[in-house]
């Protein structure tokens, strides 16, 4: 299963770096007017990749009684499976199963089951000690980085240090992908 570098770029790296790695075949316009949501600016870092976005149906933004536009809040935090669902419908890889339980905090009546028991059926997530996967938790670097490397095949460098996500973000550095970030940072929406 291949990842599209350009959505892993949309998801971790600045917008500007987002626009550069797409293929020349890519028909993206930079120069989008704001018509959906009102707490973003043209000027925000990730305008144009939360557009873009937009555009292929995988983030929708909350709607509002007061306006007509919906809101994104791109400083908010983003929790486990937003995040999974970001990564899936962006790449054209989710299959929309209908899932049992695969987690015990993670019911079959709850939008992100299939996103979620899909991840952990493919191997790409497997959860915490206790058997649950905390799907309301904010997703940190590391986290999203093995998520994006697994869900890419990355072939992971050998890792020197003895933490877990070692070999992704070495990965990742190696690959460009990441260039300042913070291991433990909890990512936005943004």
């Known amino acids: 299963m291949k990842f599209r570098s350009a959505l892993f770029a949309a998801c971790v790296v600045p917008c500007s770096v987002f626009f550069s790695v797409l293929p020349a075949s890519a028909a ?6 704001n018509s959906v949501f009102s707490d973003l600016t043209t000027d925000d870092a990730n305008f144009n990749a939360i557009y873009f976005l937009k555009n292929l149906g995988v983030v929708e933004g909350y709607t509002t009684t007061d306006s007509a536009m919906a ?17 899936y419908e962006g790449n054209d ?24 028991c899909q991840a952990k059926e493919e191997g790409v997530v497997s959860g915490y000690p206790d058997g649950t ?37 070495d990965t990742g550095t190696a690959l460009n992908v990441f260039t300042n970030y ?6 936005t929406r943004g």
């Open 133 to 169: 996967f905390k799907p309301e938790q904010t997703i940190n670097t590391v986290e999203a980085a093995k998520i994006i490397a697994e869900v890419s095949d990355w072939d992971l460098v050998e890792d020197t240090s003895d933490a877990w996500y070692g070999k992704y973000l």
């Open 93 to 116: 890889l989710a299959n929309h199963e209908e899932y049992d339980d695969c987690f015990p905090d993670v019911p079959a009546d709850v939008w992100f089951n299939t996103y979620v």
């Open 71 to 87: 809101t994104y809040k791109p400083e908010n935090l983003i929790n486990r499976a937003e995040f999974l669902k970001i990564i």
């Open 182 to 187: 913070a291991a433990g940072a909890e990512m």
């Open 28 to 33: 993206v316009t930079t120069d989008i007017k």
